[in-house]
T-cell receptor, first 113, second 113 residues
């Protein structure tokens, strides 16, 4: 069965500093990969996804993630964080479009002014 | 276009009672999936309905059940509530059941006392 490991449960970082949130998944077969963000008392919002093609995917608010098949990783990065990026971030995987998403346990990003 | 709507947003129930949660998907979407989110277990898949048929089911006891109506609205029911059922219940909808295009609602926060 698929599994997703988010190595850091909490990541504090100062405003305008870079950040990397790590995500590893269990299977080496073809997968679809996602990063979701959850603000307090809210549902999940899709941040970005990798389906195929370029291994580097970007979101509209400055986040990017790189799919690394050999390391089975999909780490999320941002070169300069803002206070408004404070939220919980979830990595998810599915081996095909018709099977349920499998989520990691989440990483709580706290941006400090 | 309205997003995924979940009602109610908050609910408090007593052990042993039953509860019904509702999810209205984005107009035109035929698939609805349900997830349970708890601090200890993270996000876990409950079940998915597509065109009124349960297509996938997670590893939850039979106390958890669901259904989907002809207008694609879905309900989930939990009978004989236990304290451990306290969680945020999220539903996600997609057009053709492809989880690569899933949109999440804001969730229903269930507290069992």
């Amino acid at each position: 069965a698929q599994s997703v490991t988010q190595l850091d449960s909490q990541v504090p970082v100062f405003e305008e500093a870079p950040v990397e949130l790590r995500c590893n998944y269990s299977s080496s077969v073809s997968v679809y990969l996602f990063w979701y963000v959850q603000y307090p008392n809210q549902g999940l919002q899709l941040l970005l996804k990798y389906l195929s093609g370029s291994t580097l995917v970007e979101s509209i608010n400055g986040f990017e993630a790189e799919f690394n098949k050999s390391q089975t990783s999909f780490h999320l990065r941002k070169p300069s964080v803002h206070i408004s990026d404070t939220a919980e971030y979830f990595c998810a995987v599915t081996p095909s479009g018709n099977t349920p998403l499998v989520f990691g346990k989440g990483t709580r990003l706290s941006v400090i002014a | 276009k309205a997003g995924v709507t979940q009602t109610p947003r908050y609910l408090i129930k007593t052990r042993g009672q039953q509860v019904t949660l509702s999810c209205s998907p984005i107009s035109g979407h035929r698939s609805v999936s349900w997830y349970q989110q708890t601090p200890g277990q993270g996000l876990q898949f409950l079940f998915e309905y597509f065109s009124e048929t349960q297509r996938n089911k997670g590893n939850f006891p039979g106390r958890f059940s669901g259904r989907q109506f002809s207008n694609s609205r879905s309900e989930m029911n939990v009978s004989t509530l236990e304290l451990g059922d306290s969680a945020l219940y999220l539903c996600a909808s997609s057009l053709e059941g492809r989880n690569t295009e899933a949109f999440f609602g804001q969730g229903t926060r269930l507290t069992v006392v």
